[in-house]
Every structure is written in C-alpha cells, then in structure tokens.
C-alpha cells in the first residue's frame, strides 16, 4: 500500500509499504477513507519526539471502513464505517477503567503515528478495536466527525471540561490555532457571557470571530492583560486556557485569571514555566492540566448528529491521499496559505491495495 512515512527530521515520503495485518485478536484492518494532518505530525518532523522512528507511517485522525476483524473483536464488523479515535484503550487496565485513556498502561495511549504506524495511508491496522474505535452514524459525512478524532475533544475535555466553563463565564482563549478554534466552539455550548481570543496572528483572530469569539486581542500590539481587566470590572477572567505551549503563554493565563478562577493547560509544552505563586497564593486560582482521552467522542459525535455542532468549518483545504505530500507543505505554511485542517480523501477506486481488498472478500 501507499503511505506517509517519517524518514528522520525533515524528511518524509509517500512510500510504498507493507500491507498492514491483523497482529493481535483485538486488532481490526481499516480501509482509511479521510485522514488528517496535525500540528503533532509537524512535531514529529522537526525532530521533538525522539520516540518516533523512521520508517513510522505517521497520522492520528482518521474515519475508515472496517476490512477484516480479530478474533476477539465483537462490537464491530467488515464493513462499519469507523472513527480511529487518536487515543487507543486497552479497556482494561487501571486508568482506561477510569476513562483516562490517555493514560492507558496497557499498551494503548497516543500510539498511532507515534508508536506504530499511523492513518496516513491506504490501510491501517487498529489494535484495541473494540475500545478505540466509534461507529459513525449514517447520515454524518466523513468531515462531519473527522476532526471528533484529536482537535475536537483536546479542546472540549482538557480546556472546556478542564476548566468548568459555567453560563455567564469570561472565556479568555490565548492561542487561537485548531486546538484553540476548537475550544472557542466547545466552550460556546455552555453559554458562557464572552470569549476572548488571543493570538500574535491577525489572521487566526479573524478565524477566532468566524468561530464565536466575541474579542480579539493581538498580543503583539496589545496588552492582553489590560484589555482582560477593562471587560471585566478589573477583576480577571473567569476561565483561561493555554493553547500555545510555551512559557510566555502560560503565565499571560496565570496573570489574566480572576481570584477564584480556573487556568487549564492544553498547550504541550517543551520548557519549564515559572509559576509565580508569590503572586497567585492568595487568588484561589485551580490550574490543571491533561492529555486529551477521546472520553467525549460519543458525546460530541451527538452533538453533530443534532445539528448542535458543525466542524466542518475547520476544513480549509482538501487533497486526494496521495497527494499528501502538497498537503503537509500546505498545512505546514498555515501562515501564507491560511490552512486550518486539510483533508486527506482516499479515491476508493484508485486505492493500490485492490489485492489486499480482493484476498480479505476472499476470506
Ligand atoms: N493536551 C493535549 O492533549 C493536546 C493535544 C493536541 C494538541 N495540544 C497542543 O495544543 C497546542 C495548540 O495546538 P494547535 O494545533 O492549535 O497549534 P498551532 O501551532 O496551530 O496554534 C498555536 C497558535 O498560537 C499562536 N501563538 C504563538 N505564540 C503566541 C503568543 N506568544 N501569544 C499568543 N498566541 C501565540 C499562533 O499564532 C497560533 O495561532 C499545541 O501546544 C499542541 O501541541 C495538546
Ligand atoms: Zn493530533
Ligand atoms: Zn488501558
């Protein structure tokens, strides 16, 4: 089959690969029909995660058509249609119990694209089928759920959840990227009085007001602080989210949160940030923080089937799968070309693997 491969810092191709097959009785095939590219695969590419070998397919967000099922698979069967959710569940151990898939001890967690070979590609093999995989209602389009994948319940679990956003709450969203986008829709659902976005980036502002933010601050030419204060009676918002992941940002959260107020980190950090508690000791500020789990999906997945939520507007750009090469130079220069998320779509009569199709409708 055809695949996006990592091949060691600033190098990837569009290979021919193994056809992936069924390793463990919880294992399903998928067929990908539309995948995704994320700021992480970038990541990947520069270099920052040192666990990702060359020679991975990289990708974590897909919807697919099953193929071929484990022996132990039961709740899904050849032919569903399929969200891969970027998290995988063991189902088993202590924390998927808990919900924290995120955190799974059994050999799940972020793994695709990562660990094992991702969903940029023809096929792929999904372990924890069961678990980590949700069947996609029939009147929803690929794009109406493809970004329930990663985007979606970042945003939702680790900011909105996180963070207890309450009707009437002052929303201060610093980052507006996908990640950011994604928590100004989530956050909309509970009501809250006004969302604030912050960015260095007009453009992204401007992608922040189509997506609900009430206020824009560029960061660059404005004082966030004082902005903050000014809609706020001088007391600070009610609810901050980091969706940057750097030092700067995360203490602009700690500095614009009113006494009482929530900080919830989304951003994924690479250096340490000062906590400057000699100020924050007296404010009854809580500050969290979290890898997504993919806990929400069904529940998000509810929320587009009743109209309730549309992400398709993060759809900037679409490509066919094979060119997804063009696509990662166009999501990768999102400052000039205005990317959000582009979509990778399979043509389903060109897929090279019609002999791995034509030996599992052998089977
Ligand atoms: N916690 C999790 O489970 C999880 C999951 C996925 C992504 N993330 C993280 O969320 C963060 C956001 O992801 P994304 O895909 O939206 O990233 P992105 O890089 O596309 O967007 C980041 C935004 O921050 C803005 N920005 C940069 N520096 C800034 C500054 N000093 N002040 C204000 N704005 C600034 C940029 O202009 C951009 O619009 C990243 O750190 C990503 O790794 C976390
Ligand atoms: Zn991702
Ligand atoms: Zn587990």
């Known amino acids: 089959m055809k695949a996006l491969v990592y091949h060691g810092p600033g190098q990837r191709g569009w290979d021919t690969v193994d056809d992936p097959t069924i390793i463990d009785h919880t294992d399903i095939l998928v067929r990908i029909d539309t995948s995704t590219i994320c700021g992480s695969d970038l990541h990947i590419l520069k270099g920052d995660v040192p666990e990702t070998t060359p020679g991975t397919v990289l990708g974590h967000e897909a919807v697919g058509t099953v193929q071929e099922i484990g022996a132990d698979v039961s709740t899904v069967a050849v032919g569903d249609r399929v969200l891969l959710s970027c998290i995988s569940a063991c189902g088993r151990c202590r924390f998927c119990k808990e919900s924290r898939y995120g955190q799974c001890l059994g050999g799940g967690g972020w793994i695709f694209g990562h660990l094992i070979d991702g969903l940029q590609a023809e096929y792929a093999r999904v372990p924890f089928a069961d678990n980590?995989?949700?069947?996609?209602?029939?009147?929803?389009?690929d794009e109406q759920v493809l970004f329930l994948s990663d985007i979606l319940p970042t945003a939702y679990e680790v900011g909105v959840l996180n963070g207890k956003v309450s009707p009437g709450d002052v929303v201060a969203i610093i980052g507006a990227g996908p990640i950011g986008l994604a928590a100004i829709l989530t956050a909309g659902l509970y009501t809250p009085a006004r969302i604030v976005a912050i960015d260095l980036a007009d453009s992204r502002l401007e992608s922040a007001r189509n997506f609900g933010a009430d206020t824009t601050i560029n960061n660059g030419r404005q004082d966030a602080v004082s902005e903050i204060m000014q809609l706020t009676d001088g007391l600070g918002a009610d609810v901050a989210f980091e969706a940057v992941g750097i030092p700067d940002t995360f203490e602009l959260a700690s500095e614009l949160i009113r006494p009482g107020g929530r900080v919830a980190n989304i951003g994924v950090h690479g250096h340490s940030a000062t906590l400057h508690l000699e100020k924050l000791w007296t404010?009854?500020?809580?500050?969290?923080?979290?890898?997504?789990?993919?806990?929400?999906?069904?529940?998000?997945?509810?929320?587009?089937?009743?109209?309730?939520?549309?992400?398709?507007?993060?759809?900037?750009?679409?490509?066919?799968?094979?060119?997804?090469?063009?696509?990662?130079?166009?999501?990768?220069?999102?400052?000039?070309t205005g990317a959000l998320k582009v979509v990778l779509e399979?043509?389903?009569?060109?897929?090279?693997s019609d002999v791995l199709v034509a030996a599992l409708s052998a089977e």
């Open 346 to 352: 399979a043509d389903q009569s060109t897929h090279s």
């Open 132 to 141: 980590s995989v949700y069947k996609v209602p029939e009147h929803l389009s």
């Open 283 to 336: 404010r009854d500020v809580t500050i969290t923080t979290g890898l997504v789990d993919t806990h929400t999906i069904p529940r998000l997945m509810n929320l587009v089937a009743g109209g309730r939520l549309d992400p398709r507007v993060f759809a900037t750009h679409r490509f066919a799968l094979e060119d997804a090469m063009t696509a990662y130079d166009t999501f990768a220069d999102a400052a000039s």
